[in-house]
């Protein structure tokens, strides 16, 4: 079902390691040996539309999955393949979050503390002319 493999549900897999210049209609036809391809995404560079040299490929069964499973290792156009069962997009990533608290200070913001023993300031934002 289309819907389900659109939400990131289903038999998808990670593909990394991809060289830069292949692009989709490629990566296509190779991964096709090893079943249906209900849908791909390569991932490309917002500026530059060029390949990241990482894509998701989503099989319409277990099988296809599996058998895109076996060439994580591989060779593939002079770059070593990672190939790996995609995990849900609810989980926690390794993106560019909005965390609370993100390059506070330990103290909780609070400036005017230091811990014991320290002795030294950091200033920044000087004047290079200064």
Same mark, same amino acid.
């Given at each position: ?31 096709? !040996?090893? *079943?249906?391809?209900?849908? /791909?995404?390569?991932?490309? +560079?917002?500026?530059? =539309? $060029?390949?990241?040299?990482? %894509? ?5 069964? !277990?099988? *296809?999955?599996?058998?895109? /499973?076996?060439?994580?290792? +591989?060779?593939?156009? =002079? $770059?070593?393949?990672?190939? %790996? ?7 926690? *990533? ?37």
């Amino acid at each position: 079902d289309a819907t389900s493999d659109e939400r990131g549900e289903g038999f998808v897999v990670f593909v990394g390691g991809l060289p830069w210049s292949v692009n989709e209609a490629i990566l296509k036809r190779d991964f096709a !040996e090893c *079943g249906t391809i209900s849908n /791909l995404t390569l991932l490309t +560079d917002k500026d530059t =539309g $060029r390949s990241r040299g990482m %894509a998701f490929i989503t099989f319409a069964d !277990e099988a *296809g999955l599996q058998a895109a /499973l076996k060439f994580d290792g +591989d060779d593939y156009g =002079g $770059r070593t393949l990672k190939v %790996a069962r995609a995990e849900s997009k609810g989980g926690k *990533g390794k993106g560019k979050g909005k965390e609370k608290g993100k390059g506070k200070a330990k103290s909780g913001g609070k400036l005017d503390e230091k811990p014991p023993g320290c002795t030294s300031v950091f200033v920044k934002g000087l004047s290079y002319e200064a």
